[in-house]
């Protein structure tokens, strides 16, 4: 029997709340456990529930979609984020991605990419476009500095494709490993350098050094 994901919706739409909650039960592999109609009532329904995955919409009353995300990877890191949006304006995206959350999903796109997006989140296979790689690089050429780097070798192999904008197949091809063990690298990565996706990964890497 495949394992159910957990999800709460955050948006302050109900009609949006309904469609999404249309979309993940068609699947049959998701359980909407919560919603909530601002960032305040996400943060307390997350903290209480504990679902594996949020749907954050980014404009809502009383908290963002943005503070709400700050929120609520403070207190519980492992709860997956992608935030939801109609807009692709790149400044939104970097803001979410810093922020801590895991993804960032338009609310327009086809109804099959729903499902496909969904689980490369949850397997930690979201790679980045090179350009959104490029701007937060851009963001910390000021800041640079060396450390030492605490990554074993293929480790610092993975690092590199990863900031090359490979997915995790990509990467297991290049590799000559399986796609299973990619994951548990990338997974190893994320939690060795306390950092929530794969843009704050790139962010922390070149900052230290460990990646030019």
């Given at each position: 029997?495949?394992e159910r994901?957990r999800?709460?919706?955050a ?6 709340r309904?469609?999404?909650?249309e979309?993940?039960?068609?699947y ?12 305040e ?14 749907l ?12 709400a995300?700050r ?15 109609v ?12 922020e ?9 796109i ?8 969904i ?20 963001s ?19 690092l ?20 299973h ?20 990964l ?11």
């Amino acid at each position: 029997m495949t394992e159910r994901t957990r999800v709460l919706i955050a948006d302050d739409h109900v009609h949006a709340r309904e469609a999404i909650r249309e979309i993940l039960s068609a699947y049959g592999t998701y359980d909407i456990v919560s919603e909530a109609s601002n960032g305040e009532e996400a943060v307390a329904a997350t903290i209480a529930l504990q679902p594996e995955l949020v749907l954050m919409d980014i404009n809502m009353p009383s908290v963002d979609g943005f503070e709400a995300t700050r929120q609520i990877k403070r207190q519980s890191p492992e709860t997956k984020i992608i935030m939801l949006t109609v807009s692709e304006d790149s400044t939104h995206l970097f803001q979410a991605l810093k922020e801590g959350a895991q993804g960032y999903l338009l609310k327009n796109i086809g109804l099959t990419e729903w499902d496909r997006y969904i689980q490369a989140v949850l397997d930690d296979d979201t790679p980045f476009s090179k350009q959104l790689i490029q701007e937060t690089l851009q963001s910390l050429v000021s800041s640079k500095e060396t450390k030492p780097n605490p990554l074993s070798t293929r480790e610092q192999q993975v690092l590199e494709l990863v900031v090359a904008g490979a997915s995790n197949r990509v990467i297991s091809e290049q590799l000559y490993i399986s796609e299973h063990t990619v994951k548990n690298h990338i997974k190893s990565l994320l939690r060795k350098l306390n950092v929530h996706n794969r843009v704050e990964l790139v962010r922390v890497a070149y900052k230290n050094g460990w990646i030019t």
